[in-house]
């Protein structure tokens, strides 16, 4: 190997010295000593990266044409810093070159055939292919940077996470779980005492309508029940001033005959007797009833606007107003076809025709002051609705 020096002159070493070394390892290592890559003296040179590695390898069969030969083993060795002749020689006797022509015609003719056989163009992909040099680094896979400590970290955490999420639904699932522990006895109802009668609506489903079918049930609005006669705290009772061994089973208490038929006289210790025990208020004087001779919607409303009832009353129904409610009112659809029974009285219609009765005040004073009697003639259905509905109420009041 020979080096340049500083005035342009050329020191040979010894030839017997780098004999047993081969032309491409001496300039592997000038290319290592100045830190450069295959690709880099590509750049730099504008040689292809294939051609610089057959050089270091003595091999012609990557040169599709060798007449570049010679220029490229001269440049790499100005490139290192090597005698290019001597460099260009010692590659000739490596692999065998002889220039284009060779040392006579036949060999020039013999390679001017073998550049006239050899194909036009090499694919450099194929060159990089098949060269015993890697050019370029191998890529990284998607799995080499994955370490196996945090593979197995995610997947404790992912075992974790799962194993919680678990026992959450457990926990959810037993709290809201009910269970039905059955009973040996089912409960029964020891009594049922009920004093209060109710009052509401009274209707015509056990009357026979002469040429008309049954009447459908209005509905009642469970607020009735707010109406119906309150209990007492304290029963009514009538005092007595005799003992009690002088009372007669047969007129006091529940075998007793009706008291009609009890006289003070029947008792030895001569004080009357009282009839049945008064547990509730005092129904009022007044009685009014609603009923209709064809269907009709009502809505009653007391004066702070609670609905007590709300309903259809088709022919031959009726609504008693409750006892006790604060002074309700009146709103009524087709109300021609609405009349009134005040203590037994028939007044009405609530309106004329097929109109609408609004803020009709139900009270027996305001209901006879606004309405007269009903006129039978005006009204065919009248007489025979009317009398079965105050029939009933006797009937049932009976």
């Given at each position: 190997m020979i080096k340049d020096t500083s005035d342009g002159g050329a020191l040979p070493f010894d030839e017997t010295d780098?004999?047993?070394v081969p032309l491409g390892d001496l300039m592997r290592g000038e290319r290592a000593t100045l830190g450069k890559s295959l690709l880099d003296v590509e750049r730099d040179l504008k040689i292809k990266a294939a051609h610089i590695a057959a050089i270091e390898n003595a091999d012609l069969s990557v040169f599709?044409?060798?007449g570049f030969v010679a220029g490229?083993?001269?440049?790499?060795?100005?490139y290192l810093g090597m005698d290019p002749e001597w460099t260009f020689r010692r590659f000739s006797q490596e692999a065998g070159f002889y220039g284009v022509h060779g040392e006579s015609a036949a060999q020039a003719r013999g390679a001017k055939r073998a550049f006239g056989d050899a194909p036009k163009r090499v694919n450099p992909n194929d060159v990089m292919s098949t060269a015993r040099v890697s050019f370029a680094p191998e890529r990284e896979s998607i799995f080499s940077r994955l370490?196996?400590?945090?593979?197995?970290?995610?997947?404790?955490?992912?075992?974790?996470?799962?194993v919680i999420g678990y026992g959450g639904w457990s926990v959810l699932t037993e709290i809201q779980r009910v269970q039905f522990v059955p009973v040996e006895d089912a409960p029964q109802t020891v009594a049922s005492l009920d004093p209060i009668e109710s009052a509401g609506v009274m209707s015509m489903a056990t009357a026979e309508l002469?040429?008309?079918?049954?009447?459908?049930?209005p509905t009642v609005d469970p607020i009735d029940r707010l109406y119906r006669p309150q209990a007492l705290d304290t029963p009514v009772l009538t005092p007595r001033d005799g003992a009690i061994a002088s009372l007669d089973p047969d007129s006091v208490g529940e075998f007793a005959?009706?008291?009609?038929l009890a006289r003070p006289e029947a008792n030895e210790g001569g004080f009357e007797l009282a009839g049945a025990v008064q547990v509730t208020e005092a129904p009022s004087a007044d009685e009014v009833i609603l009923f209709a001779v064809r269907p009709s919607w009502i809505r009653v409303s007391s004066a702070s606007g609670t609905v007590l009832f709300e309903g259809t009353l088709d022919a031959g129904d009726s609504y008693t107003l409750p006892d006790g409610a604060d002074l309700p009112t009146l709103r009524a659809g087709n109300?021609?076809?609405l009349y009134f029974a005040v203590n037994g009285v028939t007044l009405g219609p609530a309106g004329p025709g097929a109109t609408i009765a609004r803020d009709v005040?139900?009270?027996?004073d305001a209901l006879s002051e606004n309405y007269v009697m009903a006129d039978a003639a005006a009204d065919p259905d009248l007489p025979r609705v009317a009398a079965l509905v105050l029939d009933t109420v006797e009937a049932g009041g009976n």
């Open positions: 780098v004999l047993d599709a044409t060798k490229y083993v001269r440049s790499y060795a100005r370490e196996p400590g945090a593979l197995g970290s995610a997947l404790v955490l992912l075992a974790l996470v799962g002469p040429d008309a079918t049954t009447p459908r049930l005959a009706p008291p009609a109300s021609g076809s005040i139900l009270t027996a």
